[in-house]
């Protein structure tokens, strides 16, 4: 079975962009390791880690690029789903079950998610709002949803 075989399905809903950033990453990572933002409204090319993640009804393993920013030897990610009033799906994922693999690059980890809380994710929120802005107008756009800063500590090679 080959590794794309072993992934959940991305569902058809996903945005292509995503879709082809996730195919990207399995078949040339180091490529893909920096995303052009401006797709997004950011400033334009941005770290992304490849996540993955077994999904919490499902039991899959599902993959996904998300900007991050490295802090304390750790790795941050916003779950903001575009200001959107729910969680994203990745992130019910992690809370469900926090341990999965992070890919930078071509460099492949084992971590534990945790949503970050005080100071630390005031420190992650800021970290991540300055290299990309918009999720400051996602905070305000998602209202009295709280947008979780993710830590993603690094267990072991993958």
């Known amino acids: 079975m080959s590794e794309k075989e072993q992934f959940e399905r991305l569902p058809e809903a996903m945005p292509k962009w995503i879709r082809d950033h996730v195919e990207l990453y399995l078949s ?3 490529r893909a390791h920096l995303w052009d933002s401006t797709i997004g409204g950011g ?4 770290p992304t880690l490849l996540l993955i993640a077994r999904g919490a009804k499902s039991g899959k393993l599902r993959p996904l690029p998300l900007l991050y920013q490295e802090m304390d030897g750790k790795y941050v990610v916003i779950g903001s789903k575009g200001g959107a009033p729910t969680h994203p799906g990745w992130y019910v994922n992690l809370k ?3 341990e999965c693999e992070i ?3 071509s460099k492949r980890m084992h971590a534990q998610a ?3 809380s005080g100071e630390e994710r005031a420190r992650g929120w800021k ?4 290299m990309y802005p918009p999720y400051n107008d996602y905070q305000k756009r998602a209202g009295s949803r709280q947008i979780p800063v993710v830590i993603l500590e690094p ?4």
């Open 28 to 30: 040339d990572p180091d």
């Open 43 to 46: 400033p334009g090319p941005l």
């Open 96 to 98: 469900a079950n926090p």
């Open 103 to 105: 890919r930078i690059g």
């Open 114 to 116: 945790r949503t970050a």
């Open 127 to 130: 970290k991540m709002a300055e």
């Open 155 to 158: 267990t072991g090679s993958a």
